[in-house]
């Protein structure tokens, strides 16, 4: 009669290393998953966040200088205690200011008693328009507008500017006021940072009225 021979101890023991390996193995393919899915959302998003971001700061830099669609035959009247601002750029170290006019008094600033209220030589009524100012600066980690941040992570590294001559266009990061006046357009580098992924994104904008 033959004797039954069961699995012995170094067999049990080198079955068990094996399915050791086969659970790490798959653990460790899970977790390189997972690492590789949150890396690439988070890239997602930082991009996402940094084009949109550059989107609102491209709108306001087309927008500058902007007076309304009227003629300069139309006679505007303020008061003789109202500022008007210089400049409709104004630049300063990782930061810039584009000012506009627009329609909507919540998105600028009205004269008193309506003293800019501008009389159309066609018959109607008055048309008013307000002042908006967007100052894009960096303030504790995040991208700010008019000091309320609008995206975290985000800072403002370069601003450039295309300054025009004879016979070709310079950019600089320094421009005087008189460059300021007669730049073409601006280059944003906008530097965007999430769960240690950091990309840097840039944007030119030409200004109206300035390009031919």
């Not at 101890?9 to 068990?16: A, G, H, K």
């Amino acid at each position: 009669m033959k004797q039954e021979r069961g699995i012995s101890l170094i067999e049990l023991m080198v079955s068990l290393v094996i399915s050791t390996l086969l659970i790490l193995g798959v653990l460790q393919l899970f977790l390189n998953t997972s690492s590789s899915d949150r890396a690439n959302t988070a890239l997602a998003r930082v991009q996402e966040n940094g084009r949109v971001a550059l989107e609102l700061i491209g709108a306001d830099a087309r927008r500058a200088g902007f007076q309304g669609c009227i003629s300069s035959r139309v006679a505007t009247e303020v008061t003789d205690d109202i500022t008007l601002p210089d400049h409709a750029v104004v630049r300063g170290t990782n930061s810039i200011t584009f000012r506009y006019a627009v329609l909507d008094s919540s998105a600028g600033t009205q004269f008193p008693d309506d003293e800019n209220a501008i009389n159309r030589s066609c018959s109607g009524s008055p048309e008013t328009y307000y002042l908006r100012t967007a100052a894009y600066t960096n303030c504790d980690g995040s991208l700010c507008l008019n000091g309320t941040p609008i995206l975290a992570g985000a800072q403002l590294n370069n601003i450039s500017y295309a300054i025009p001559s004879d016979t070709n266009t310079t950019w600089t990061q320094t421009p005087t006021d008189t460059d300021i006046a007669i730049a073409k357009a601006v280059q944003i580098n906008l530097q965007v940072s999430n769960q240690n992924i950091t990309r840097d994104l840039i944007g030119t904008y030409e200004f109206r009225n300035r390009t031919q």
